[in-house]
């Protein structure tokens, strides 16, 4: 049998969308999943670690700056320098940014609206351990649902994420193209998720977990967790059904 | 004890649509004489410290590594010398 990915989706007062991450690790895609609460410094042996969205610590002061103190986070921010798969999504990409493990931070939208909906993302690098199930250019429909993930960061910082390609996935329109009317939120570049330069941290403001379970009809999360859980067992044995679905 | 009065506001360089819609609604008062507003955040807090100089390099350390992120956000404090500590 192959050997299941262990999953550790971390749990901080304000967290709400822990247990959709873990239902779909768990469930929909049958690996090993477990809560990590943010006042315990261990991350027990999980291979991913999975920060959700949600309002850790009420939003207070900034999204994610209290998160970033969390007992839990020191270890996180370890694990990550040593090369460990982080995946932080909305709030875990907000968390991401202001622990310094990833460029850049996310303004509120330029709306100043909180924004709940089915969004465009075109795949930019499909050659990351997140991405690995999706094709260059593919475009996938997630929902996104926040007040703050306006991505900014300077000139120079752009130039980099451009130059190494750490730029995962921009808002696109169905076609595609990244407008600015595709745009939710202001992003500089209609950028949505970025990769550090190692390729092992990734945040992202989508919601890959609200569409991976075919009860809701909607998959395209799925390819991220594919792709991840690739990475870790595909060594051992070949994913089949996965390559033939891509075909 | 030294009592700090710091603000945070986004950098200039940033867009603040708060402060433009603050500014617009300020605008349809028929006030057109007010430009450039910009929203911040006031916090306050104690110092228990032997001088102002190492009231000034504590506030200094909490504010860039916690009340203002240096990439989006600028800081200002004044440091007051009270004889109890303010507030609760």
Redesign the interface.
């Known amino acids: 049998m192959r050997r299941k990915v262990k999953f550790g989706i971390v749990v901080f007062p304000g967290s709400n969308c822990d247990h959709d991450a873990y239902h779909v690790c768990k469930h929909v895609m049958q690996q090993d999943a477990q809560f990590l609460w943010h006042k315990e410094a261990d991350l027990k042996g999980s291979d991913v670690v999975i920060l959700p969205g949600g309002f850790s610590y009420g939003d207070y ?2 999204c994610g ?1 209290i998160a970033r ?1 969390a007992p839990v986070m020191q270890e996180v921010i370890r694990f990550a320098n040593e090369g460990g798969t982080v995946l932080g999504i909305c709030n875990g990409f907000q968390i991401l940014v ?1 622990a310094g493990l990833l460029p ?2 996310l ?6 609206t909180f924004v709940c909906k089915f969004v465009h993302l075109r795949v930019e690098n499909p050659n990351t351990r997140f991405t690995t199930q999706a094709r260059h250019g593919e475009i996938l429909r997630i929902p996104i649902a926040h007040g703050e993930g306006n991505y ?3 000139p120079d910082t752009l130039h980099r994420l451009e130059y190494n390609k750490q730029i995962i996935f921009r808002y696109c329109n169905s076609e595609g193209e990244a407008t600015a009317e595709a745009n939710p939120n202001g992003s500089l570049a209609n950028i949505a998720g970025v990769i550090n330069e190692a390729g092992n941290v990734l945040g992202m403001m989508p919601h890959p977990e609200r569409a991976a379970d075919p009860l809701l009809r909607h998959t395209d999360g799925q390819k991220i967790f594919k792709s991840l859980i690739a990475h870790y067992v595909l060594d051992e044995q070949p994913l089949v059904a996965v390559e033939s679905e891509r075909s | 004890m030294y009592l700090a009065k710091i603000t945070v506001t986004l950098r200039k360089s ?2 603040d ?2 402060g433009k ?1 603050v500014e617009h609604a300020i605008g349809t008062m028929g006030l057109g004489t007010i430009s450039g507003v910009r929203m911040g ?1 006031y916090i306050e807090l104690n110092v228990d410290a032997a001088d102002e100089h190492s009231a000034h390099s504590i506030v200094e350390e909490v504010c860039k590594k ?2 203002a ?1 240096p ?2 956000e600028d800081y200002h404090f004044e440091l007051e010398r009270v004889k109890e500590r303010q507030g609760v």
């Open positions: 002061l900034r700056a103190f202001e850049g931070v303004l509120r939208n330029a709306s100043l900014f960061t300077d | 940033i867009l649509p708060q819609a955040k916690l009340l992120n990439i989006m």
